[in-house]
């Protein structure tokens, strides 16, 4: 199983960046897949998550409203799309699945990808 985010990059104040999560091995709608983010010096902090079925979506209050996830089931992927950008949003971005989560806390997902720099600078 690899998760692959990718999508990162360099971003002014109030921009936006679409982050992919790619999976191989794995049929991501069998999965809640979740973002999660970690600035350095801070603790992880789970961003967003999609449950199985999509019965759930979950945002941090630090994204919500500017933040929106979504799958496409046909291309295996799921997208964090972002708005609004803001300096405090600068952190490396994971994605991960689970079989059963329902939030985005990281102690319940078993898969996680390799992590894509987002850089909020102006």
């Known amino acids: 199983v690899q998760l692959q985010a990718s999508g990162g990059g360099l971003v002014q104040p109030g921009g936006s960046l679409t982050l992919t999560c790619a999976a191989s091995?794995?049929?991501?709608?069998?999965?809640?897949i979740g973002w999660f983010r970690q600035a350095p010096g801070k603790e992880p902090e789970g961003v967003s998550c999609i449950t199985i079925d999509d019965g759930m979506i979950f945002y941090a209050d630090s994204v919500k409203g500017r933040f929106t996830i979504s799958r496409d089931n046909a291309k295996n992927t799921v997208y964090l799309q972002m708005n609004s950008l803001k300096i405090e949003d600068t952190a490396v971005y994971y994605c991960a699945a689970s079989p059963a989560a329902v939030g985005a806390t990281s102690r319940w997902y078993d898969y996680w990808g390799q992590g894509t720099q987002v850089t909020v600078s102006s």
């Open positions: 091995g794995l049929t991501m709608d069998h999965y809640a």
